[in-house]
């Protein structure tokens, strides 16, 4: 079974930049799609950013597009998640997780994705 692990949270100013990893082993990364999703206190899992097996297509959320760039390294089975002109509203534990439902960038829902890592907190001051 695939296990994910999290890396490269903390505390930053506002507009900073963050830069995010998730490590998996126990599997292959390169056969899934993948995705970054993050949760604030009180509210539901939202998505952030979805890239394809290859790395050749990707999405994100309006609220990170232009300042997030989600990649990957199929060789060293890694996600990343770079994050500049970061603001307050971007506090959040982060999670990747793995494109269960093999809908690509298409997939955007928590429900469709699965072995989540325990994920990473990133906290942004004004």
């Known amino acids: 079974q695939v296990q994910l692990v999290e890396s490269g949270g903390g505390l930053v100013q506002a507009g900073g930049s963050l830069r995010l990893s998730c490590a998996a082993s126990?599997?292959?990364?390169?056969?899934?799609?993948m995705g970054w999703f993050r949760q604030a206190p009180g509210t539901e899992r939202e998505f952030v950013a979805a890239?394809?097996?290859?790395?050749?297509?990707?999405y994100y959320a309006d609220s990170v597009e232009g300042r997030f760039t989600i990649s990957r390294d199929n060789a060293k089975n890694t996600v990343f998640l770079e994050m500049n002109s970061l603001k307050p509203e971007d506090t959040a534990v982060y999670y990747c997780a793995v494109d269960l439902a093999r809908l690509g960038t298409a997939a955007r829902m928590a429900r469709m994705y699965g072995y989540w890592g325990q994920g990473t907190q990133i906290t942004v001051s004004s």
């Open positions: 890239i394809s097996r290859s790395g050749t297509f990707t």
């Open positions: 126990g599997g292959t990364l390169s056969t899934y799609s």
